[in-house]
């Protein structure tokens, strides 16, 4: 099976997320990054490109280039699809440019800046045929996907309630003022969104909240706040929602929460039984059932008897050997790859699932609703789909 | 010191709650029961009392005899006060009665089963001169102690935000049905007021917030649910709040979280730091300092260096040996005994606060403010106080 | 059902241990203190008798005084057993008057400084025909009655390995000599026996390891060390054991482990199954099995279903409500109260165990095979019984 | 900087271990897999070879064939070090072997099946020239190593006692005469060695408490037991152990404490603080300070001010991100190769360690002296070296 050939967008030296987006794709072993525009500065990307082994002609100057020059290349040797790890304000226009190059896409979340990019998006891929994947890269570990197996079984009843939290406290100052990089854009709405907190995080535990829940979320009440005076964005986010069938929830996004790492869980309630799930502790997954009490899962290759295929699929080690983010990024960009390597052609479906377009544009429209709801103080909003 | 005494209204024989009370009050050893109407049979008052060991003529048939005997005794023999642990319903008439009579009452908790009773027991309470406390028993663990003194003095900076949280299952299936006498009265809005987990659980979680957060709530925004098909009030409440510093709040209580026990918790975040507690563990803080890192504080007797002068008088045992519901219970009845010596001329003021009045005043008003909130599809309602 | 007259000697003023059977004994509400000689100072003892409120002339100047006029009082006014909470030292002989002038007598652990003396207890026992108990009071806790009815129906399989731990800080410095009254005797051969923290809390371990594995321990390996310097007896202790039935057993204990409280814990693994349990978190017993994963039981008095009758019988309140240290010596004053009165009668047998003189008798051989062992490099030593 | 030249031995088509190796190795991004003798049978080794992409000629028959061709390659394209992944009997073999034709060794642990030939192949290394690193993985860990750093400043003061258990399940039942391939030969002392859990995780547990405690055993006392009827090695492990400055050790390792995972923990205790690390949840440790309670360290590259220089340069992603298995041995990749460049020439020495052959010299005296112990009941035997 040959490797998929990779061309990356952003994620030039000192980029966080660009690195693990390549350390992810390199562990699955059936990527390779041949191509990349990793900085706006034509410079900057072409150094990064040589730090990386690429070959110094496919470093290019700006995406535009890569995608004339890449689309020009034999079959054999461009690239497969674009992998976009840039401020969000960019993604829109650079995944339009790909789809509409042919280049299948992969996109770091929030998909676009407005739910109305997202969903011009949405026809686009829908003209050119080609993937469009998010990387909500929580829902790639193994007991996110059996916790959402044991939801879409039934095992634990009807869903009834859904609690999910992310909670970060890295902008409870202004480090946006002391030179803070990844604060300076995440808190800038034109480089962000006009959602702050809400469009980073929120967008993650919202997606992880219907993915484990198996439903939709119908309509939102919110109540957004800026705690530090001079941000331009929301820093605090409590969205109360309403589901399709009738379930409940609760999601709770901050910024400010001092001390907090990247606590974001799930728990959801139904009425046979109950989970919860914790990503700083990702492989340990509590169900709880009614009348039964407490049972706690682990992960590990080695527990074909008690997890789901998926789950199994998604570990790489027996129980007990942790596997963390990276491995879930991982899981993710395989999970895109069989879908690439499925509709070029490959007969066997894919093994594991990957966020999807749809996925991105539910939560654009999460969050404008919730927008929307808070600047209404508080009237429930119908997700607009 | 001699020991006070104490009249209990309710907790016959079987009643759940009423045997804690006593063990409760036992356990401080200032404080002895010495007469009580146990229920509303004369029979089973006297049975019960019996069976307490009290004087066959003091196991009243009902709290208006017991008032009115009583308050014929000589001073050296009467009660000192009515502690009432019967259903909701009856309290407001149990305890306006025994300061009518000049008793003081410690009451259970939601005060009354609406905001107009509980302002009318302030009144008489003020005219009276008689103390009335409620049985927020939570507050009375040494660490929530503790919690309110890092929080007071300014150690976590300004509140910013806090979740408070109180999540049982025990109602998840229609058990009024089956013949749950706990069950049977506290989804009966005659008796248990027109708020169900809302009036039960989200009383205890409102005053623990406030009680922590050393804050009021100003205005709330609710969504409330009745999950149980056929139960005449909410099994699920999900409440925003705005505290009068700005501060933000989530306060989510639940009777139908399939095999969740008595999950109270907090947290509560400042510019400056945060802590944690779960009432499952009461005995462990956690205390997230910014720029410092985690610190796990413990109770104990022993850790007077670490905790606050209430903390520490709330503790009876070294640091590692266990202490429970009862002994925080105790501590309770030990703030409201030593208040109503000092009422009575003891010069010492209390060295362990106890809820008063005003918090249950106070509780009655959320309750209100959120069932008309719920009722106004979240529309944010002010505490009218 | 009339309650049981308990006197206590030792425990006076200040002294921890006697304040906590008080309310231990209190909260059974089946146990009253009516006399007591509560320190070797015959004034000391009298002002605590009177603090207590106990009638001034049941608070004797001494242990004998104490026997020799309780046993002159009518039946129905002279105590029913004694209580002993002094130092080590004094066991003994105070036990061994005790049974003599016909009084059952409940002593603190462990039973004697040295195993003769034990051994010559057990025969004035048999030949008075009074009761003897032990205040190993972490047997008291419901969920190591869980534990060791799993262990005992078999339902873990054949017992392979038993870890146990008992670890304090403490005595990690010579707290002794800067007159800390507690570390003086403790580490005083004299008063507390040739072993330390053996004695002390390892005691402790090894009555809960054989509780729980329903096994006795054959022979041990021991490595015991004085950390601080200058002080006379062990402050730390490993021992190896072999039990019995082939099983193998870690004892650890120290009083040098820098900020351990209390940490005694339990870890056995059968052929079937295996289990974990930790006093600092009583309400927790994990049990792991074989093929089937981990499960986490809690303690109640509603989860009947779920517990064994001993552990539903040692519990006071429902789930989520802790409870702790004084509620699981309140169960053993209570296994110990309803052993009294079936031996004086009462036709019910006791409901609750308690850890009884053979317990006490097994501890100190234990205690005297670990020593001898250390003494010896670790040549294994067995105990003689 | 040129990526190292990797040849691999072992590790073929549905070994475990050997992918992980090459998981790890590649997520250095300084190492390439370039040859390989991946199986004891060429075909299958030639399969795996082209399987993992290597180029075909370097997929070797077998390991000789390797040392030699690739000895005959230029300097710029030959392999720079061998790993060795094959079962422990042909460690030794291997080692010597490659050390002869020139080339750097990292060997899976043990290092070899006995204390001689571990001291001959320390010969061999230094008569060569040549680096040998032994896969200890979980010293690899950054918080393992920041644990190191503490203890190695002293900031815990001088080192009391070291607790340091391995427990896993997987052999509680006698899977290797089921057709368990990692059963099978762990357990044949012909392809294992004379100590099975002992040489197979106990040593891992040795080599951790030596690492953090900054500290050499000298001597210790063993009782190593065969759970599993018929088997031929050990499968359980306690050894008290003494190290050269007076502290004292426990061990535990077994392979049938059911349902444990890969449960090494490690507990220190040390004049003025202690520690606690778990490797399943490794971004984690727990450090206690006299007087000053409990702090929870956390990794995340973010945390330069809290934790040492290399635990920083062992993390690869903020703070919340959790790291895992792969990416610790990747750790222990990157210091091979660093130590590796820097032998070759490289001016900077290497930032992160890795165990070296002494370490895995003193692995095999401390297994020898085990074993010895155990048959002389527990007699002292001190480590030979």
């Given at each position: 099976?040959?490797?998929?050939?990779?061309?990356?967008?952003?994620?030039?030296?000192?980029?966080?997320?660009?690195?693990?987006?390549?350390?992810?794709?390199?562990?699955?072993?059936?990527?390779?990054?041949?191509?990349?525009?990793?900085?706006?500065?034509?410079?900057?990307?072409?150094?990064?490109?040589?730090?990386?082994?690429?070959?110094?002609?496919?470093?290019?100057?700006?995406?535009?280039?890569?995608?004339?020059?890449?689309?020009?290349?034999?079959?054999?040797?461009?690239?497969?699809?674009?992998?976009?790890?840039?401020?969000?304000?960019?993604?829109?226009?650079?995944?339009?440019?790909?789809?509409?190059?042919?280049?299948?896409?992969?996109?770091?979340?929030?998909?676009?800046?407005?739910?109305?990019?997202?969903?011009?998006?949405?026809?686009?891929?829908?003209?050119?045929?080609?993937?469009?994947?998010v990387?909500f890269n929580y829902t790639g570990y193994?007991?996110v996907k059996?916790a959402r197996h044991?939801v879409g079984?039934?095992?634990?009843?009807?869903?009834?309630?859904v609690?999910v939290?992310?909670?970060?406290?890295?902008?409870?100052?202004?480090?946006?003022?002391?030179?803070?990089?990844?604060?300076?854009?995440?808190?800038?709405?034109?480089?962000?969104?006009?959602?702050?907190?809400?469009?980073?995080?929120?967008?993650h535990a919202f997606n992880l909240a219907e993915y484990v829940a198996c439903l939709r979320v119908?309509?939102?009440?919110?109540?957004?706040?800026?705690?530090?005076?001079?941000?331009?964005?929301?820093?605090?986010?409590?969205?109360?929602?309403?589901?399709?069938?009738?379930?409940?929830?609760?999601?709770?996004?901050?910024?400010?929460?001092?001390?907090?790492?990247?606590?974001?869980?799930i728990?959801l309630?139904?009425?046979?039984?109950?989970?919860?799930w914790?990503?700083?502790?990702?492989?340990?997954?509590?169900?709880?059932?009614?009348?039964?009490?407490?049972?706690?899962?682990?992960?590990?290759?080695?527990?074909?008897?008690?997890?789901?295929?998926q789950?199994?699929?998604?570990?790489?080690?027996?129980?007990?050997?942790?596997?963390?983010?990276?491995?879930?990024?991982?899981?993710l960009?395989?999970?895109?790859?069989?879908?690439?390597?499925?509709?070029?052609?490959?007969?066997?479906?894919?093994?594991?699932d990957h966020p999807t377009?749809d996925d991105?544009?539910r939560a654009?429209?999460?969050?404008?609703?919730?927008?929307?709801?808070?600047?209404?103080?508080?009237?429930?909003?119908?997700?607009?789909?």
């Amino acid at each position: 099976m040959r490797k998929l050939r990779m061309g990356m967008v952003g994620g030039g030296e000192g980029a966080f997320i660009g690195a693990v987006h390549r350390m992810a794709a390199s562990l699955t072993g059936e990527i390779e990054l041949v191509c990349g525009a990793f900085s706006s500065s034509a410079e900057r990307s072409r150094k990064s490109g040589i730090a990386l082994g690429i070959a110094p002609m496919r470093a290019y100057p700006n995406y535009r280039q890569m995608l004339e020059v890449e689309s020009t290349l034999p079959s054999d040797a461009r690239m497969d699809f674009v992998t976009i790890v840039t401020p969000n304000y960019l993604h829109y226009e650079i995944a339009r440019a790909a789809l509409e190059t042919g280049f299948h896409v992969l996109c770091e979340k929030p998909l676009t800046t407005t739910l109305e990019q997202a969903l011009a998006l949405k026809d686009v891929a829908a003209r050119t045929g080609r993937l469009v994947g998010v990387t909500f890269n929580y829902t790639g570990y193994p007991l996110v996907k059996h916790a959402r197996h044991l939801v879409g079984l039934g095992a634990l009843g009807e869903v009834r309630k859904v609690f999910v939290e992310y909670l970060q406290g890295w902008l409870a100052f202004p480090v946006e003022r002391d030179g803070q990089k990844q604060a300076e854009w995440r808190t800038d709405p034109e480089r962000a969104g006009a959602a702050g907190c809400l469009g980073d995080i929120g967008t993650h535990a919202f997606n992880l909240a219907e993915y484990v829940a198996c439903l939709r979320v119908r309509e939102v009440s919110a109540d957004l706040t800026t705690f530090v005076q001079g941000r331009q964005v929301d820093d605090d986010a409590a969205v109360l929602m309403r589901f399709e069938n009738g379930a409940k929830g609760v999601l709770c996004a901050s910024q400010v929460a001092i001390d907090e790492e990247n606590a974001l869980t799930i728990r959801l309630y139904g009425t046979k039984g109950s989970l919860e799930w914790r990503q700083e502790e990702p492989n340990t997954l509590v169900v709880k059932w009614a009348g039964r009490g407490r049972e706690v899962l682990r992960s590990g290759v080695n527990y074909r008897d008690r997890l789901c295929p998926q789950a199994i699929a998604a570990s790489r080690l027996p129980c007990g050997h942790p596997e963390g983010f990276i491995e879930a990024l991982a899981n993710l960009y395989r999970g895109f790859a069989e879908a690439v390597r499925h509709h070029e052609g490959e007969p066997l479906a894919p093994l594991l699932d990957h966020p999807t377009l749809d996925d991105g544009v539910r939560a654009m429209a999460f969050v404008e609703a919730a927008l929307q709801s808070s600047q209404a103080e508080g009237q429930w909003k119908t997700l607009k789909l």
